[in-house]
Nanobody, 115 residues
Framework: QVQFVESGGGLVQPGGSLRLSCAAS????????MGWYRQAPGKQRDMVAA???????NYADSVKGRFTISRDNSKNTLSLQMNSLKPEDTAVYYC?????????WGQGIQVTVSS
């Protein structure tokens, strides 16, 4: 079983940066594909970025070149560095282990990009 504590969200101006962090409990963290998903009001939850246990990454087209996902298996942490933020990045962001059909989700953290 894996549980998460997310941090790092907030309000930022367009063009700014934020770094989201997810601290995971449980010894099985390192075996899962980990990911960040987001859900804007009235929209479905979509994958933003994912990373395999070995470090292979995958990004949504809308964030390629702006966001960077990373993980530290020794510390059970997952991060998302978000640069050049746009208003359309505004959403609740969720940490995930095991993919979209998994039961392992963080509680969600709000990111708002607005001037």
């Amino acid at each position: 079983q894996v549980q998460f504590v997310e941090s790092g969200g907030g309000l930022v101006q367009p063009g700014g940066s934020l770094r989201l962090s997810c601290a995971a409990s449980g010894s099985r963290f390192r075996i899962y594909v980990m990911g960040w998903y987001r859900q804007a009001p009235g929209k479905q939850r979509d994958m933003v970025a994912a990373i395999t246990p070995g470090g292979t990454t995958n990004y949504a087209d809308s964030v390629k070149g702006r966001f960077t996902i990373s993980r530290d298996n020794s510390k059970n942490t997952l991060s998302l560095q978000m640069n050049s933020l746009k208003p359309e990045d505004t959403a609740v962001y969720y940490c995930n282990a095991g993919g979209p059909t998994s039961i392992y989700w963080g509680q969600g953290i709000q990111v708002t990009v607005s001037s």
